[in-house]
């Protein structure tokens, strides 16, 4: 049996390309009807780098929205 502290994180299996799409398509989803391209909306919430990579707090994101205990906050205080 696998205790929880052996199991890898999710964000750990993630690519970097992997977190890039998933904070893409929560910028999308927070966008709403904005016409503004979702990888400057993301760079301006400083969830992405200048080059397009995931920042820290990118990363915090997703590994907030993919836990269950956080991510109804993380939608409530974003959108």
Do not use: H, N
């Not at 890898?8 to 398509?25: A, K, Y």
């Not at 990579?53 to 994101?61: F, I, N, R, S, V």
């Amino acid at each position: 049996m696998i205790k929880e502290d052996d199991a890898p994180t999710q964000r750990e299996t993630l690519s970097s390309d992997d977190i890039v799409s998933r904070i893409l398509g929560f910028t999308l989803f927070c966008m709403g009807f904005s016409r503004a391209p979702a990888d400057q909306v993301a760079r301006g919430r400083g969830w992405l780098d200048d080059e397009g990579q995931p920042t820290a707090d990118g990363k915090a994101l997703i590994d907030a929205l993919m836990s269950r205990d956080s991510a109804y906050g993380v939608y409530k205080m974003v959108y």
